[in-house]
Structures are given as structure tokens and as C-alpha cells.
């Protein structure tokens, strides 16, 4: 069984920084591709970000390129998302999730595709 606690979120201004974090326990990270969606109110959850399991090639949504870096430290079992530049429409539940993956370079942009979830991380931008 997977574990991943995410950490991180917060309420900050409109143009600020924040930098998630997600803690993946229970079985050799390495072996996971990780993904980072989001959720709003009363709306339908989204991706943000992946990265394939040796961290050599990431993807992101168009709402978010340029601003949002996702990467990893395999070493520390953490998936991390780097938000700059963050504007009210980025204000959602942040997860992290996971999917066990034999190839190297692959990500994953579909939520049905993951097979671990964590609980979320709040992320408010307003002023």
C-alpha cells in the first residue's frame, strides 16, 4: 500500500510563490510515475502537472505552463509543485497521485489512470 501526504498549501496573494510537497511511503518510490491535479469548487478535478518515474520528462497543463514547474527527488521519496506567478483561478484542493509504471519516460494525465491518492493540500490566491 501507497501512502502520499502532501504539504504546502496555504492563502497567499495574487503574483506570490508556494511550493508543494508530496511524501510518497509504503513501497519503492522509483517505481511510480506522479501526477498533480486539482479541484475547485464545483468543478470537475483537473491536471496540473506529471512526471515520469525517472523524472526526465514532465508535462503540464496549458493554464499553467510557464508558471508551474513539477519534479522530483527520488532519493527523498518527494514529488514537489512549484507554483510562481499564481492568480486567483489557481485557488483549489491540491492532490498528489501516483501510478506504478514500468516505463521510464512516461506521464500520465488522466486521474481514472493513478492508483494512490493523498488527501489534498488547500491552495488559496486572493488579495
Known amino acids: 500500500q501507497v501512502q502520499l501526504v502532501e504539504t504546502g498549501g496555504g492563502l497567499v496573494q495574487p503574483g506570490a510563490s508556494l511550493r508543494l510537497a508530496c511524501a510518497h511511503s509504503?513501497?519503492?518510490?522509483?517505481?511510480?510515475?506522479m501526477g498533480w491535479f486539482r479541484q475547485a469548487p464545483g468543478k470537475e478535478r483537473e491536471f496540473v502537472a506529471g512526471?515520469?518515474?525517472?523524472?526526465?520528462?514532465?508535462t503540464s497543463a496549458d493554464s499553467v505552463k510557464g508558471r508551474f514547474t513539477v519534479s522530483r527527488d527520488n532519493a527523498k521519496n518527494t514529488v514537489f509543485l512549484q507554483m510562481n506567478s499564481l492568480k486567483p483561478a489557481d485557488t483549489a484542493v491540491y492532490y498528489c497521485?501516483?501510478?506504478?509504471?514500468?516505463?521510464?519516460?512516461?506521464?500520465?494525465?488522466?486521474?481514472?489512470?493513478?492508483?494512490?491518492w493523498g488527501q489534498g493540500t488547500q491552495v488559496t490566491v486572493s488579495s
Open positions: 497521485a501516483a501510478k506504478v509504471v514500468i516505463l521510464f519516460y512516461t506521464t500520465y494525465d488522466q486521474a481514472h489512470e493513478y492508483d494512490y
Open positions: 512526471i515520469s518515474k525517472n523524472g526526465n520528462k514532465t
Open positions: 509504503g513501497r519503492p518510490f522509483s517505481n511510480y510515475a
